[in-house]
């Protein structure tokens, strides 16, 4: 696929702290790219640096189909971690204003604001202040505005936050609907499941650097072990001895077993001893949610498999 | 030239949404209905003082037995006039006139008849009129003047016939020289005058307006909407354009007070104020009042900036807008003293330059093009390196988000 964005070898630091170091990824024609990681980890700092509101103290942005160094903004759609709206102003004017700002015909403009504005549950509410919207409904009148000019590139921090669960598949819907017509998407979140759902590649950024990068599906093969969840009263050294068990949690009643890479299900299940309580078992992939979480509080379950994998 | 293009529209935004904001309408026309006000309670008590002393007290001293036909033309035009007689010298009169207001005294003496000259003595208050009213006079004793040369009644209509016109303008300047003198000069003054306080007029109403920008600098900060605006224009794109906005606000608010102030002007002054407008004294003076403004509004775009909302400016901030109204502060004495050492000084300090230049050039007969011109440059020189400035205090202050800069920080941002 056509790359549309590409990051080399980012740096930047505040005082004396580094904020990110090395970064570097590509964003490509009718993806969504996702930039996950937990607070604080850099993801906002990678964006600004991209959208040009920070300088990289090293590192090079590049925008492809664009000639001259120049941000080709009217280009870009960008929906900010940090954002809101004109209070006094009403909907409608606010969204051609920065419709307007992308050099963006007016009558098109209008015609797709209100398209929008209907198919995000907002239709009459064009000439009412942005101050009398709520939270929710600000969020929907930010993210219009940031896709009304048709981007080829669409950049959004953290778009999820505040929404609720409605108006996340509605935001999701969408994101997908605009990738699948040739928007390249990059999307930073700390919402795993919702990322899990809908990207086709991720990089996963841990105090500044990278953890993982690559496609989902590589991402799950790749570190994704089976865990086996078990409700029963069992003994957690006893599970710690079957075989192909890297370790055990233990909470009450439950227990989960991480699992080692390579296994094979069914064979597994097959061994498993016969003093093991059963009131209920599942077996399936870690979540991209729990490898974040794993990142997250710096447990060693991703470091494993990646030893292992090294 | 996309740039140009940027600002405009981020001017046009700006002025399309205050024209749409209630509390900016109703100042845009409060501001002249409190000038109204104001003047018309000031013409009110103007008008009591008036009724209550009613008219001007004119003593003459006559010599010549001319009361009679001067009480006649001073109600054949209708002169609002207690006329008395009065022995009075001249020696003596000059007393009187301190002790008293809104008097005059006509000397018609012997040789008013031979040199056509009559000493006139007024008050220091007196109806601005009078001096324009006394000319009325001239008529009947430029009368007895030709009545004296003894003519018969043939010979004397002839002459008053055939040279009227002539004899006329030569009695009128004879016989009030001093006073037709000062008529012109208050003229030549108010030909001045109304240019600079139309300049003066423009620079207060756009310095005012001016002042919104900074709220207007905060309010991207404040409504967190910076980072979407600048995904579509530079920071400073964004500065210039409001700078712009305002600017035409500021031209907006002038041109309703005018619709207020002329109108008023014409009917309360009978002066022919458009005709004094339409000079090239005019074009300047609006120069420099522009010039003005974009100093002080570069100094508030950046400040601006620099603050969370209007609520935590520091006092370092609070002084800094206090810098237009220097030349308010000193406006007495520059006034007072137009070639003086504040009015000077004050030239060439850009904070204070425009507001003196124009109160300077208003009073000044002779203008000093060498100063201005030193002034113009020293202001130019600085509006440039005040809008660099601003620029960078902007680009940093514009994303520095629920938290005031000290003076410290600012320095460190325009060093970077």
């Known amino acids: 696929m056509e790359k549309l964005l590409t990051v080399e070898g980012l740096n930047k630091s505040f005082k004396d702290k580094q904020a990110i170091r090395n970064i570097s990824f590509d964003v490509r024609k009718g993806e969504i790219m996702a930039i996950l990681g937990p607070n604080g980890a850099g993801k906002s700092t990678t964006i600004r640096n991209i959208m040009g509101i920070m300088y990289p103290d090293e590192g090079s942005i590049t925008f492809h189909n664009n000639n001259g160094k120049e941000i080709p903004r009217h280009k870009i759609g960008y929906l900010p971690e940090e954002r809101g709206l004109y209070k006094n102003v009403k909907v409608m004017d606010i969204l051609l204003y920065l419709a307007d700002l992308k050099d963006y015909p007016l009558d098109k403009a209008k015609e797709r604001a209100k398209q929008y504005l209907q198919k995000f549950d907002l239709e009459g509410t064009e000439n009412v202040a942005v101050e009398e919207l709520s939270k929710g409904m600000g969020q929907k009148v930010q993210f219009i505005g940031s896709i009304l000019h048709e981007p080829e590139l669409l950049i959004l921090d953290e778009p999820f936050s505040g929404l609720d669960p409605v108006s996340q598949e509605l935001f999701k819907d969408e994101i997908r609907h605009l990738a699948d017509n040739g928007t390249a998407i990059l999307l930073s979140s700390h919402q795993m499941n919702l990322v899990e759902e809908m990207c086709d590649r991720l990089f996963m950024i841990q105090n500044g650097q990278k953890v993982i990068y690559g496609t989902l599906d590589d991402v799950k093969t790749e570190y994704a072990n089976f865990k086996c969840t078990i409700h029963g009263n069992n003994d957690a050294a006893m599970l710690e001895k079957i075989s192909q068990v890297q370790r055990v949690e233990q909470k009450d009643d439950t227990s989960i077993l991480f699992l080692e890479k390579d296994i094979q299900p069914t064979k597994w299940i097959k061994e498993l001893p016969e003093n093991v309580v059963i009131n209920e078992l599942k077996l399936n992939r870690i979540s991209l949610h729990e490898i974040f979480i794993d990142i997250a509080t710096n447990k060693n379950l991703l470091k494993e498999a990646g030893e292992e994998n090294a | ?416």
């Open chain 2, 1 to 416: 030239m996309k740039k140009m293009r940027n600002s405009m529209k981020v001017a046009k935004w700006e002025i399309k949404r205050n024209l749409k904001n209630k509390t900016f309408v109703i100042g845009l026309f409060l501001t002249p209905v409190i000038f109204l006000v104001f003047f018309l309670i000031g013409n009110l008590l103007d008008g009591d003082s008036e009724n209550e002393t009613d008219s001007t007290t004119v003593f003459v001293h006559d010599q010549i037995e001319a009361f009679s036909s001067l009480q006649d033309t001073a109600d054949m035009y209708e002169l609002n006039w207690d006329l008395h007689l009065t022995d009075l010298t001249e020696d003596e009169v000059q007393n009187e006139l301190e002790n008293n207001e809104d008097t005059a005294y006509i000397f018609l003496t012997e040789s008013v008849l031979d040199d056509g000259i009559v000493p006139v003595y007024t008050t220091d208050e007196i109806d601005p009129y009078f001096s324009m009213q006394v000319q009325q006079l001239s008529e009947p004793l430029q009368g007895m003047r030709i009545a004296q040369l003894g003519l018969t009644e043939e010979e004397l209509a002839t002459i008053s016939q055939g040279v009227v016109f002539e004899d006329q303008t030569s009695v009128e300047e004879d016989a009030t020289t001093r006073e037709s003198e000062e008529e012109v000069a208050a003229g030549d003054e108010l030909e001045r005058i109304v240019p600079g306080i139309f300049a003066g007029v423009i620079l207060f109403a756009i310095v005012i307006t001016g002042m919104m920008i900074f709220q207007s600098a905060s309010l991207e900060k404040k409504d967190k909407i910076a980072e979407i605006i600048l995904s579509s224009l530079t920071p400073g794109e964004l500065m210039q354009g409001k700078i712009i906005g305002y600017f035409v606000l500021g031209m907006i608010q002038v041109v309703v007070l005018l619709l207020f102030a002329v109108p008023l002007a014409l009917w309360q002054l009978d002066m022919p104020i458009v005709e004094y407008l339409l000079v090239p004294e005019t074009l300047l003076l609006v120069g420099i009042a522009i010039l003005g403004y974009l100093l002080f509004s570069a100094i508030f775009v950046g400040l601006g900036a620099t603050m969370a909302d209007m609520s935590t400016s520091s006092n370092f901030q609070g002084m800094v807008m206090m810098l237009p109204f220097i030349s308010f502060i000193i406006a007495g004495p520059v006034i007072g003293d137009p070639s003086g050492m504040i009015a000077k000084v004050g030239t060439y300090i850009p904070f204070t330059a425009p507001g003196v230049l124009i109160m300077r050039l208003t009073t000044l007969e002779e203008w000093p093009w060498v100063e201005i011109i030193i002034a113009l440059v020293v202001l130019i020189i600085s509006i440039w390196l005040f809008m660099k400035l601003a620029g960078k205090i902007f680009k940093v202050g514009i994303l520095m988000y629920g938290k005031n800069a000290t003076p410290g920080e600012i320095w460190k941002w325009i060093r970077s």
